[in-house]
């Protein structure tokens, strides 16, 4: 008797447990979906009707397990950092910076290599964060910079403000840098990763600059581009909403807003709000070509080229009132547009491979893989924006540029005092 009633909660219990089982597949199944799609239009170009086409199910279907599409994004988002932070926390749990570091990269070339083999569910591209509603975006966002600041603490205790900017740039830097790899590690066969994630480690422990080098750049003569004053303003202003407060953020009404003119003078001057925001990429792209072009100019070895460059865009990211702008819009761009804007770009970081390989050769570069760092000198450039506030605080323009360079031309490790 005691056996059947045993049995009988049992059954009940597993019958109670299935809907609940298939809830959570299904719900897994609609995440799936949404994360592929945030990955190819952003969280802009995310709907219910393309979601529901994915999986097999109507739009008011989806509303039963996400009632709104910023919901949907937002859990997505939440999935991804839930996975890099127990990546975090693991490489965290190692006893010294150097092999923190080292085992981050080595769980996240893992985590990549499963991706590409279809192993693992891809991560959310979490440069459109930003695109959130702020309703749903506070939590999303204080959840990335918790995974930022434990990424900070591998480097150790900090003491004083310069500390903190330092250790704060080398925690940009790394972050940066891994999640930069959906950009051009598909174009490594998988069998290669192993060896990229070494010479990536080998960049971070080393830097670019061969022992004893200082760093001493030198001033460019950058040439600037010829564009009508007011279009300017509209650019100059539109990246650093942009960067500030990502594509919803920086609407028309906050550009016109912060210029003090109206909205027809905008729509006088640029089509649409898109059409400005491709022209601040390619304006992006056209100054750090520029400025690899007036290095070219100069006397001296490649590696002061190199470091002449890096000082140039560093100032205008971390000091000029015009930056470049992030990767963070790059989602909301057409995906033909956007192939283009990222052909560019990886035209910009083959040139930096190609001054790196002739600064290797003479003897002005120590020995790296030109390509990876190319790459890696991207995402750095990418990425110093985050530290503007911070190196204007710093009342040092040239101490700022450099403690943000010395993490790739020192390296993350190097603790040499920077004046």
Request: charged residues 25%; aromatic residues 8%; neutral net charge.
């Amino acid at each position: 008797m005691a056996m059947t009633e045993r049995r009988a909660r049992t059954d009940t219990s597993d019958k109670a447990a299935r809907p609940a089982a298939r809830f959570e597949r299904k719900r897994q199944t609609i995440l799936d979906a949404a994360t592929v799609l945030i990955n190819r239009n952003g969280v802009k170009g995310l709907t219910f009707v393309e979601v529901g086409e994915m999986v097999g199910l109507s739009t008011t279907s989806i509303t039963y397990y996400f009632r709104l599409k910023e919901q949907l994004a937002s859990a997505a988002f939440e999935q991804t950092l839930g996975r890099i932070e127990a990546i975090v926390r693991e490489a965290g749990a190692a006893p010294t910076p150097v092999e923190r570091v080292s085992r981050y990269l080595e769980l996240y070339i893992d985590a990549h290599r499963r991706i590409c083999r279809r192993e693992e569910r891809p991560f959310a591209d979490l440069s459109d964060i930003r695109a959130l509603d702020s309703d749903v975006r506070q939590d999303v966002s204080e959840h990335y910079t918790r995974i930022f600041r434990q990424i900070r603490d591998f480097f150790g205790p900090i003491r004083t403000e310069v500390e903190r900017t330092r250790n704060t740039a080398r925690a940009l830097v790394l972050a940066e840098c891994v999640y930069w790899f959906p950009l051009w590690l598909g174009k490594y066969a998988i069998q290669d990763f192993d060896r990229i994630g070494q010479r990536v480690r080998d960049i971070f422990l080393y830097g670019l600059a061969p022992a004893g080098a200082l760093w001493r750049p030198r001033p460019l003569a950058v040439e600037r581009r010829d564009i009508d004053s007011a279009r300017v303003n509209f650019l100059r202003t539109a990246t650093r909403l942009v960067n500030d407060l990502g594509y919803r953020g920086a609407s028309v009404e906050r550009i016109v807003a912060e210029l003090n003119v109206t909205k027809g003078s905008f729509y006088h001057h640029l089509d649409a709000k898109d059409d400005l925001i491709l022209e601040c990429f390619r304006i992006s792209l056209d100054r750090i070509q520029n400025a690899q072009a007036a290095a070219a100019a100069l006397d001296g070895s490649h590696g002061e080229r190199l470091t002449s460059i890096l000082a140039a865009l560093l100032e205008i990211q971390l000091i000029g009132d015009w930056p470049l702008q992030r990767t963070t819009a790059l989602r909301t761009l057409p995906p033909e547009v956007r192939a283009d804007v990222v052909a560019r770009s990886d035209q910009v970081a083959l040139h930096f491979a190609g001054l790196i390989a002739d600064g290797i050769a003479n003897g002005s570069v120590r020995p790296v893989d030109p390509g990876i760092a190319g790459q890696m000198i991207m995402s750095s450039l990418n990425a110093a924006y985050e530290l503007h506030r911070r190196a204007t605080a710093l009342g040092n323009p040239e101490q700022a540029v450099a403690l943000y360079a010395s993490t790739l031309f020192h390296g993350l490790f190097d603790d040499q005092p920077i004046d």
